[in-house]
């Protein structure tokens, strides 16, 4: 018998209790001890009806994904669902916390199942490029429709225990202690009920196929590209032409082909990835600092998305202006996102009324007096940024933590205008910073560890993947996001339109390209770039015009209905642009180019190359800390597909040395920018690969 499952007899209950913190996951000593106390439960006579409830925080969360990979012990999960469907005697789940996966999967295997009010459900299976494989996709449906079960497994976002209760999950909701309450509903129930027939009564046919092909719609726009919905597709399918048993064969069958696929290992990946990078070591060291009240100085763009997202997070939040203008242009960028999402029915007007509580504007930096962290997001000019934060330094109480949300500077020159440069480090928000996940915390040599540990307590409660990245220009994401686009830029000189690298990228599972991306953005703000770069740039670095034309044009994209795409009457998606094309083959024709065509692979293959070079300067400099860090940082941040797993993860599966090979390739061509990083070549002559880094 294993520790980590117990079962006690409360006078005729068996209960057996699972015990495998954190989250009470799968792992073989847990399948064999449900097994093993189910046994001997069931062939105790003094014993009528059995409780399965997790203890600690939760039901089990699913499978232990750490085994994932592995030779995996028996008895396998679906065996012991099994066991448990056909025990002779009733079978009560009890469930808290988080049931899901090859949890809420035992949950669907028992016979009755009474949940904690504030439990939640669900199989995420799909996040990890997986399905439900120990029954969820059979016995799902049979319990809820098709529906209500395409929407859970290709979602795989849980749901409430009220909502599972009203498609028919969950039998019983109850509060306070579920353990009674699990026995004395045990003690009601007499009958073992089967929850899946051998043949299907499901009664409408037409109702389920229309459920089926809509679903199929959405995955087509929505996951393109991806296995494993189609494999639930398929599965739920399945429901109304083969019985029980045969469905569950195709079921075991699709689990096996998604979790051998790249897909699963990319997602996987991710999943581990993202906790892993919220582990820092000044985190370990400090602990973070009190956190209850926040400012922000600057209420455009960036300013009003990240006051959302504190907002949202419960922070209350002062946001600082220049002037009385200013300031109720700040207010109303606030307001305005949630205008929207009351005008799309996602909020109410009262919740948006309670949220703006929280919020003050002012134009008076002594109200930052109390305030625990500010973060400065004005215009990202040095001398803009200085000035507000000497008058900071003067303004807030000693021990608040201050930050700035520059995209590009040095974090130094700007704390360097306060007596504390300790008290200050980059935070890094993306745009909409109320939407995206990522938060680069950029940590400076001085930076006390208790602020940098701050810097994750807030990622934490705004619910953003935080990722430590050094202090150099462009951190993480935009330095290897200026190599890689710099690669683009040569391709189109070359012969490759921006269309076709664009399509190269949304065939590859990016939800935009890198040219519709820059229109989104705005044209202008690289220009700037290039034009105070200008004076410094390297003259034997290949430099290529294109976007400056355009911009000469006035075209800075989206903003202006013009960029590298045309936005006619407003339209969010661009067409493309014949005279876009006249100046690149100006441009190409002036330097004598004679243009050559790229196919998808080769435009990948280049763009992959580039970023994952720089990824291993990113990484040789310490400006990240490990690999893994960098795929979170281009999976949160810049829309590279999650089920790939991030450009080093990509890398190890494409293979190291391959990737290293196309780059002395392409050096032939252009050896300042293609020079391969030292980093990747020590690698490869190791026999190592990032995956081996993160390890390390
Ligand atoms: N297996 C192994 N480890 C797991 C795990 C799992 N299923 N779920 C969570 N963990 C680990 C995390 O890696 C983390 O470990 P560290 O502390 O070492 O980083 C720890 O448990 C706590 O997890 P979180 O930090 O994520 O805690 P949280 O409270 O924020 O979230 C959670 C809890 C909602 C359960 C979240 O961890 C989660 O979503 N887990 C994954 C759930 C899942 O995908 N289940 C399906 C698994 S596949 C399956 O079950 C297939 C099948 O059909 C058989
Ligand atoms: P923005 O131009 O939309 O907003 C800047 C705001 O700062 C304006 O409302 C302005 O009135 C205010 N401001 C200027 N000087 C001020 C002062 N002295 N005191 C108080 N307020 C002042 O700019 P945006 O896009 O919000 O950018 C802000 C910062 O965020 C910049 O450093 C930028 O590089 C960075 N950033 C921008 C991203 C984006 O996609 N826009 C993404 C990530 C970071």
């Not at 106390?37 to 399965?52: M, N, Q, R, W, Y």
């Not at 949940?115 to 059979?138: F, K, M, S």
Request: aromatic residues 6%.
């Amino acid at each position: 018998m294993f520790d980590q499952v117990t079962r006690t007899n409360e006078q005729n209950i068996a209960v057996i209790e699972i015990n495998n913190p954190p989250v009470n996951a799968l792992g073989y000593a847990v399948r064999k001890g449900i097994l093993d106390c189910l046994k001997v439960a069931e062939a105790d006579d003094a014993v009528t009806a059995i409780v399965i409830i997790g203890s600690g925080r939760t039901f089990p969360a699913g499978a232990d994904i750490t085994e994932f990979g592995t030779v995996m012990k028996e008895p396998h999960l679906p065996e012991v669902i099994d066991h448990i469907e056909s025990c002779s005697k009733p079978v009560v789940a009890a469930l808290h916390g988080t049931a899901l996966g090859g949890g809420f999967e035992i949950a669907l295997g028992s016979h009755y199942r009474i949940a904690d009010a504030n439990a939640r459900v669900g199989l995420p299976e799909v996040h990890l490029g997986l399905l439900p494989g120990a029954g969820g996709t059979q016995r799902l449906p049979r319990l809820c429709g098709a529906a209500f079960a395409l929407d859970v497994m290709l979602k795989g976002t849980p749901i409430s225990a009220k909502a599972a209760k009203d498609a028919g999950l969950i039998d019983r909701i109850t509060k306070g202690d579920l353990r009674r309450a699990a026995i004395t509903f045990a003690n009601e129930v007499r009958t073992v009920r089967k929850t899946c027939d051998e043949t299907s009564q499901l009664k409408d046919h037409a109702a389920y196929r229309a459920d089926l092909a809509a679903a199929h719609k959405m995955i087509t726009t929505r996951m393109k590209g991806q296995i494993a919905p189609l494999k639930i597709i398929a599965c739920v399918e399945a429901i109304l032409e083969k019985p029980f048993h045969e469905g569950r064969q195709l079921e075991r069958q699709c689990f096996m082909d998604c979790m051998a696929s790249d897909q699963s290992k990319g997602m996987i990946h991710a999943f581990f990835a993202e906790r892993s990078s919220a582990k820092v070591p000044e985190a370990s060291r400090a602990e973070p600092r009190i956190l209850e009240t926040l400012g922000v100085v600057g209420g455009g763009t960036m300013g009003a998305g990240i006051t959302v997202a504190a907002l949202n997070g419960g922070l209350p939040v002062t946001m600082i202006e220049r002037d009385t203008e200013s300031i109720a242009r700040g207010r109303g960028n606030v307001e305005k996102v949630y205008d929207r999402l009351v005008a799309k029915g996602r909020m109410t007007t009262n919740e948006k009324n309670t949220l703006m509580t929280l919020y003050t504007g002012s134009t008076n930096y002594n109200d930052l007096s109390n305030v625990d962290m500010v973060i400065e997001a004005v215009f990202e000019r040095l001398d803009v940024k200085r000035a507000v934060f000497e008058k900071l330094d003067k303004v807030i109480k000693p021990g608040a933590v201050l930050a700035s949300n520059t995209s590009y500077l040095n974090i130094d020159s700007i704390s360097s205008a306060t007596k504390r440069p300790d008290q200050v480090i980059g935070l890094h928000f993306f745009s909409p910073a109320n939407i995206m996940k990522l938060l680069e915390i950029v940590v400076p040599e001085q930076a006390a560890d208790d602020v940098v540990a701050t810097g994750f307590s807030l990622a934490k409660r705004l619910r953003k993947v935080p990722v430590r990245a050094g202090n150099a220009t462009g951190f993480i994401g935009n330095r290897i996001l200026g190599k890689y686009g710099v690669c683009a830029a040569h391709m189109m000189e070359d012969g490759a339109t921006p269309y076709e690298i664009d399509n190269a990228l949304l065939d590859f599972g990016y939800p935009m390209g890198i040219h519709a991306m820059y229109d989104l953005a705005g044209l202008d703000i690289g220009w700037d770039n290039r034009k105070a770069a200008a004076p410094t740039r390297d003259p034997d670095t290949r430099y290529v015009t294109i976007a400056d034309r355009i911009c000469e044009n006035g075209w800075f994209g989206q903003k202006t209905g013009r960029g590298f795409y045309i936005y006619k009457d407003g339209a969010r998606r661009g067409s493309h642009d014949p005279e876009v094309l006249s100046i690149i083959a100006d441009i190409r024709s002036k330097k004598g180019i004679t243009p050559k065509s790229f196919s998808a692979t080769e435009i990948m293959e280049r763009y992959l190359a580039a970023m994952v070079n720089e990824g291993c300067e990113v990484l040789r400099e310490g400006v990240a800390l490990k690999p893994s860090d960098i795929d979170v940082t281009f999976v949160y941040g810049y829309g590279f597909p999650r089920y790939r797993g991030g450009p080093m993860k990509y890398a190890d599966m494409y293979g190291v040395q391959k990737m290293l090979t196309n780059i002395q390739k392409y050096e032939k061509e252009d050896p300042v920018f293609w020079k391969p990083s030292q980093l990747l070549v020590d690698m490869v002559a190791q026999g190592k690969e990032f995956e081996d880094l993160n390890k390390g």
